[in-house]
Every structure is written in structure tokens, then in C-alpha cells.
Nanobody, 123 residues
């Protein structure tokens, strides 16, 4: 199983970015997705989550500015980030709780992380 993120970059305050995270491998089902972020010197924090049914939840700091969505057919999750502020600067990671088929064809469920993508918001 591999999670690959894209879409990070440098943006001015007030701007927007859209992050993507695509899962690949012998995936049977993705139960939930999460976006996390880690700023320098700080612990990793939860930004947003979305269930298999599409129910989303957000950290208070991003509520109303960020939107998480998923494309089940593409095994992909997105994070639309609007009205960005310098405090949003961090490495953003996606996380997926999923079930995949192992080499012996038995199913296995676990949580997997992407490699991270840098988001920098300048003032």
C-alpha cells in the first residue's frame, strides 16, 4: 500500500491550495481518511477527517476555511484550503485506515501515512 500526496507549495496569505492524496495497492476498502499537519517544533495535529460515508470533521482552527472530500472510485482524498494564514504553514500528511489484500490473499486492515507535502503561507 502506498499513499502519495501532491499539491503543496508556497502561497500568500489569503490564497488557496488543494492537496491530493492517492492510495494504491491491492486495496479492498478505505474506511476513513485524515489530514494531519506538523509545524516546526510542534506536534503533529489533526486537521480534518472524512468517513467512508462522507461525514467530515474539522479542527476548530480550520473550520470554515478547509474542506475535505474523497473520490472512492479513485481512492483519493482532497483538502481544499482557502483563506490561508501563516499559521497554516506546516508539512501536511494524509492518513488512511484501509483494508488491503496481502500477498497470501488474506485481508489486512491498518493505518497508513503519506510522505508529507510542505505548505508555506507567506504574510
Amino acid at each position: 500500500v502506498q499513499l502519495v500526496e501532491s499539491g503543496g507549495g508556497l502561497v500568500q496569505a489569503g490564497g488557496s491550495l488543494r492537496l491530493s492524496c492517492a492510495a494504491s495497492g491491492r486495496i479492498i476498502s478505505i474506511h476513513s481518511w485524515g489530514w494531519y499537519r506538523q509545524a516546526p517544533g510542534k506536534e503533529r495535529e489533526l486537521v480534518a477527517t472524512i468517513t467512508s460515508g462522507g461525514s467530515a470533521d474539522y479542527a476548530n482552527s480550520v473550520e470554515g476555511r478547509f474542506t475535505i472530500s474523497r473520490d472512492n472510485a479513485k481512492n483519493t482524498v482532497y483538502l481544499q484550503m482557502n483563506s490561508l494564514i501563516p499559521e497554516d504553514t506546516a508539512v501536511y500528511y494524509c492518513n488512511a485506515k484501509l483494508t488491503f489484500r496481502q500477498s497470501d490473499f488474506l485481508p489486512r486492515t491498518g493505518a497508513y501515512w503519506g510522505q508529507g507535502t510542505q505548505v508555506t503561507v507567506s504574510s
